[in-house]
């Protein structure tokens, strides 16, 4: 092999080398995309008053279902505690435009330009809050795999529970099972998208050398 082509060569693999990163960080994107979506969704559209109704119904059925009711007063609570962070969110967005303003009036660098991002914001939302939902929504994902396992298992005895409160678990364990396979075809599809095209360079990359060591 000439020196042209180890060269070429040499040059390839990094190439490659350099682009695991990028992929990484896709992915990594992804990810954090997929949680912070999750937040959301649970902190708007969950709003307070499907966390009332779980807390309630779950109240009035305490002792039914062998403990169904304990995991769904915790999911509601856990959901009631996310529903807090919009307007704390609110709140901290606006100190942080206060703040930018403040800097530019005493004629300072603003520490962030462009649109106002969740890193900045955290930096003025009080008590932690943002800490806490985030504990609370992992609270969550903890307690609704337990909450799944009970819930099909009574799924041919559940008669002994009452039709309200054995049915709401169910839609619960429902949407938690979409989601989580929803999730982890991301991963999937996520991990093809590293490994894949880093296999197949490589895979043309042995070819190519292949093919110089013949010619020469």
């Known amino acids: 092999m000439s020196v042209r082509d180890k060269y ?9 080398a350099e682009s695991i990163p990028e992929r990484i960080s896709v992915f990594r994107r992804v990810w954090a995309w997929i949680i912070i979506a999750s937040q959301k969704v649970v902190a ?21 279902c062998e ?7 915790a999911i509601g609570i856990l959901m009631l505690i996310c529903t807090l962070y919009p307007p704390f969110y609110a709140y901290g967005k606006k100190k942080a435009l206060e703040d930018r303003q403040d800097r530019i009036n005493h ?31 992992s609270f969550i994902l ?3 795999p337990i909450l799944t396992y009970h819930t099909f298992r009574m799924f041919f005895s559940h008669d ?36 894949l095209p880093q296999c197949m360079s490589k895979c043309n990359g042995n070819n190519s050398e292949d093919v110089e060591t013949g010619n020469d």
């Not at 403990?67 to 007063?73: E, K, Q």
């Not at 932690?128 to 609370?136: E, F, L, P, T």
């Not at 839609?171 to 490994?195: D, G, H, Q, R």
Request: hydrophobic residues 50%; proline residues 4%; charged residues 10%.
């Open 107 to 137: 004629h300072q660098t603003p520490l962030h330009e462009g649109e106002i991002e969740t890193e900045e914001v955290n930096k003025f939302i009080p008590c932690r809050m943002h800490r806490i939902c985030n504990a609370s929504f």
């Open 160 to 195: 002994q529970c009452s039709f309200l409160m054995y049915w709401t678990a169910f839609c619960i364990c429902f949407i938690y099972s979409t989601w989580v396979l929803f999730l982890i075809l991301a991963c999937f599809l996520c991990c093809c998208f590293v490994t």
């Open 44 to 64: 708007r559209f969950g709003f307070i008053v499907i966390p009332l109704y779980l807390i309630v119904l779950s109240i009035l059925n305490f002792n039914e």
């Open 142 to 144: 903890g307690v609704a």
């Open 67 to 73: 403990g169904i009711p304990v995991l769904i007063l």
């Open 8 to 16: 070429r060569s040499t040059f390839n693999e990094l190439q490659r």
